[in-house]
């Protein structure tokens, strides 16, 4: 843990660093995107000095290790009435975009577990066809086509759930639906994957021939053993819902990690753009880690080794 934890903090320090230098290789002046046109000298002078672009390029690194070591994260440029630093900005929408994330997962496993498990079971027959063709059809429907038909279908067309700009928990089914769709796909495939090849196992045939239930040994047995690449997918996946789901977030206007991040791109705000990336770098290390953890408690093998 201590050792995963090490290169975990050097590789948010790299991407941190990255990001940083690639920010200020980017052509264009950042004062004129966050300015406008009719902005006093003295105006940009301030914003100038907000994003430490008054300083040399050393310096302004230097001052980005600071805001991280003060837990600031930077400030906005300008700055805003009520929640001036960049962690309180992250802070205010990273509950819309863990509640987005949570539920599009929730509805990828819910859909993606009992597909994969039937066509392993099934393989090679019309089920496991059927199964393949839904899977499939998932993967290849983007979220940027899938969104709005979601929100034409049972917003516009039928008013049964809440739209963009709404409120509530009823507002996070058809964002999830849009997100777990698509995750669903890759979830099934890999299930069915590891499920066949886990019920090739001497195991698996040593549990039926000592009269175990079929459910027992598919369930208990099987599917236990077959999570384990599932695991690492979902982590991987969970882990980039964390940083943003931008598509989603922007055709269903909620303010969440991605949708931030693609703005403060668009306003060349560098320091919301570096604080965000750091966030979604730890996020990173942080499921990875879980994921590593996960593995122990699913396999006893791995967590006595």
Known sequence: MLRRLGLGIIAIIGVSTLVFLFLHMVPGDPVDHLA?????????????KCMGLDQSLAGQYVHFLGTIADGSLGHQCPDPKG?????ARIL??????????????????VLAL?????????????VDTVASVV????????????????????????????????????????????????LMAMLARMTRASM???????????????????????????????LLPV?????????????????????????GLGLTLLTAI?????????????VIAIIYVFVNTMVDLAYGMVDPRIRRA
């Open 83 to 87: 929640k001036p630093t960049v962690l």
């Open 196 to 226: 066949i090849d886990v019920l090739d196992e001497d195991y698996v045939r040593t549990a039926r021939a000592k009269g175990l239930t079929e459910r027992s040994v598919l369930f208990k047995h099987a599917l236990r053993n077959a």
């Open 114 to 126: 009992p597909l994969g498990v039937l066509a392993a079971v099934r393989r090679s027959t019309w």
């Open 135 to 182: 899977a499939l059809s998932g993967l290849a429907m983007p979220m940027m086509l899938l969104a709005p038909l979601l929100l034409l279908w049972f917003f516009v067309d039928l008013g049964w759930l809440p739209g963009p700009t709404e409120g509530g928990a009823a507002a996070l089914i058809l964002p999830a639906i849009a997100i777990g769709v698509h």
């Open 92 to 109: 205010e929408v990273m509950p819309s975009t863990i509640a987005l994330a949570l539920a599009g997962m929730l509805v990828a496993i």
């Open 231 to 255: 695991i690492t997918v979902a982590g991987l996946q969970f882990g980039s819902l964390l940083s943003g789901a931008i598509i989603v977030e922007k055709i269903f206007a909620r303010p």
């Open 266 to 278: 668009s306003e060349r705000n560098y320091p919301v753009v570096q604080g965000t990336v750091l």
């Open 36 to 48: 406008g046109g009719e902005a006093t000298p003295e105006q940009r002078a301030q914003i100038e």
